[in-house]
């Protein structure tokens, strides 16, 4: 077992969690943006430093074929089981329509490189070639920092784990990305008349009681 690659895990993880519930509980908004691209910088950085080449960060070119086959297997079911039971509500409002098309993706993105590009590659390089042990690690990190909404901590453990998984054999981030984020919009149309739905933190409880649409 190698110590300093987890310690950089764990290290972003709590980081991540310092910045949800300290930037909540002190009502800070826009610095809490700009640590979480700080913290997004970081793990680019931790990845030049290790020498994470485009085919290890998942971003080869030869590579998505069979990472979109495994995503499509695993998420496909699951993705449109969503679709259906997000059908049967009421439409969201054009905006978040829009968004979930242009922006969500891009955030999608950002999170799946820093739950596999960065997390998965330095837990492999600390806990050695042991996809299941990985996988059950990122995946528990990843739905620790959704808590306590327990749709998302659900969401996030069960596709932490798979979306590892898969990672950890075909290399590549792009397939994952766009089910996360189709995922996420779906999850959203769904929890809309919940006005707390998408939260996470001291947030989730806070507003607990107003009702929805969720902002």
Same mark, same amino acid.
């Given at each position: 077992?190698?110590?300093?690659?987890?310690?950089?895990?764990?290290?972003?993880?709590?980081?991540?969690?310092?910045?949800?519930?300290?930037?909540?509980?002190?009502?800070?908004?826009?610095?809490?943006?700009?640590?979480?691209?700080?913290?997004?910088?970081?793990?680019?950085?931790?990845?030049?430093?290790?020498?994470?080449? &485009?085919?290890?960060? @998942? =971003? *080869?070119?030869?590579?998505?074929?069979? /990472? !979109?086959?495994?995503?499509? $297997?695993? %998420?496909?079911?699951?993705?449109?089981?969503?679709?259906?039971?997000?059908?049967?509500?009421?439409?969201?409002?054009?905006?978040?329509?829009?968004?979930?098309?242009?922006?969500?993706?891009?955030?999608?993105?950002?999170?799946?490189?820093?739950?596999?590009?960065?997390?998965?590659? &330095?837990?492999?390089? @600390? =806990? *050695?070639?042991?996809?299941?042990?990985? /996988? !059950?690690?990122?995946?528990? $990190?990843? %739905?620790?920092?959704?808590?306590?909404?327990?749709?998302?901590?659900?969401?996030?453990?069960?596709?932490?784990?798979?979306?590892?998984?898969?990672?950890?054999?075909?290399?590549?981030?792009?397939?994952?990305?766009?089910?996360?984020?189709?995922?996420?919009?779906?999850?959203?149309?769904?929890?809309?008349?919940?006005?707390?739905?998408?939260?996470?933190?001291? /947030?989730?409880?806070?507003?607990?009681?107003?009702?929805?649409?969720?902002?």
């Amino acid at each position: 077992m190698r110590w300093k690659p987890l310690v950089e895990v764990l290290g972003f993880y709590g980081l991540v969690l310092a910045a949800i519930w300290g930037g909540q509980s002190l009502n800070l908004h826009g610095q809490v943006w700009i640590g979480a691209v700080l913290l997004l910088g970081a793990t680019v950085v931790s990845s030049r430093k290790h020498g994470d080449g &485009r085919e290890r960060l @998942g =971003l *080869g070119r030869n590579t998505w074929r069979p /990472a !979109t086959r495994l995503t499509l $297997l695993y %998420a496909g079911p699951v993705l449109l089981l969503l679709g259906i039971a997000a059908l049967s509500r009421p439409a969201p409002p054009w905006p978040k329509i829009l968004f979930g098309l242009a922006g969500y993706p891009l955030w999608a993105f950002a999170q799946e490189y820093a739950l596999l590009s960065f997390a998965a590659n &330095r837990l492999e390089e @600390g =806990l *050695g070639q042991k996809p299941v042990l990985v /996988a !059950t690690v990122n995946s528990v $990190l990843f %739905a620790a920092v959704h808590a306590p909404n327990p749709v998302l901590v659900g969401a996030c453990l069960l596709s932490g784990w798979a979306f590892t998984k898969i990672f950890l054999r075909t290399r590549n981030i792009l397939p994952l990305a766009l089910a996360h984020a189709l995922g996420g919009f779906l999850l959203s149309w769904i929890l809309l008349h919940q006005y707390n739905g998408m939260m996470v933190g001291p /947030a989730y409880w806070k507003w607990a009681g107003v009702p929805g649409p969720h902002p």
